[in-house]
């Protein structure tokens, strides 16, 4: 089974700042790597699909990177809607498998 | 616009059985592959089966292999999972989720609002 690395587990940030989630899988999965965002008591939303692919509707201050086995989910202004837990998902292989998830909380 | 609305989780023992049901609308359901992804209370997400659009291709996690089965009527717009031998450990918000093809990746663009299942004695 391929493993998912995120880091960190959770952050503090405030609006406007910019942030930085990185994923690591333990093996190669070339760009088949997606990112979700899940807000308290709602499902998972798609932010991100295979790398670096922005989801129709998303905003643009999202952005993603990375291929082989190192992967970074970027928000370049924090808004207040952000906060939020985010997840990575490789589509390299079943079983498919989600990071622990990194939990970005207000400071 | 699309829906997927899931339902017959609950209280069930350990050993016992569920049946879980996902009916699909807004989209042509027979297209797309599914999936079912699950929570535990407080966790992560974890991946459990997905099936092809025409039913003929199915995996399943390891940790419901043997346990779980997978299945979908297309004519009914309808996806299932059947639940049996329940452990504790399986207790979770069941999600049931489109996986959309875009080139030769995918990735989960819908997802229900999810249905609450809880084993325990």
């Known amino acids: 089974d391929i493993q998912m690395t995120q880091s960190p587990s959770s952050l503090s940030a405030s609006v406007g700042d910019r942030v930085t989630i990185t994923c690591r899988a333990s093996?190669?999965?070339?760009?088949?790597l997606n990112w979700y965002q899940q807000k308290p008591g709602q499902a998972p939303k798609l932010l991100i699909y295979?790398?670096?692919n922005l989801q129709s509707g998303v905003p643009s201050r999202f952005s993603g990177s990375g291929s082989g086995t190192d992967f970074t989910l970027t928000i370049s202004s924090l808004q207040p809607e952000d906060f939020a837990t985010y997840y990575c998902q490789q589509s390299y292989s079943t079983p498919l498998t989600f990071g622990g998830g990194t939990k970005v909380e207000i400071k | 616009q699309v829906q997927l609305v899931e339902s017959g989780g609950g209280l069930v023992k350990p050993g016992g059985s569920l049946r879980l049901s996902c009916a699909a609308s807004g989209f042509t359901f027979s297209d797309y592959y599914m999936s079912w992804i699950r929570q535990a209370p407080g966790k992560g997400l974890e991946w459990v089966s997905y099936?092809?659009?025409?039913?003929?291709?199915?995996y399943y996690s390891g940790s419901v292999k043997g346990r779980f089965t997978i299945s979908r009527d297309n004519a009914k717009n309808s996806l299932y999972l059947q639940m049996n031998s329940l452990r504790a450990e399986d207790t979770a918000i069941y999600y049931c989720?489109?996986?959309?093809?875009?080139?030769?990746?995918?990735?989960?663009?819908?997802w229900g609002q999810g249905t609450v299942v809880t084993v325990s004695s």
């Open positions: 099936i092809t659009s025409n039913g003929g291709t199915i």
């Open positions: 295979s790398a670096s």
């Open positions: 989720v489109r996986e959309w093809e875009v080139g030769s990746a995918d990735a989960f663009d819908f």
């Open positions: 093996q190669s999965i070339s760009s088949f």
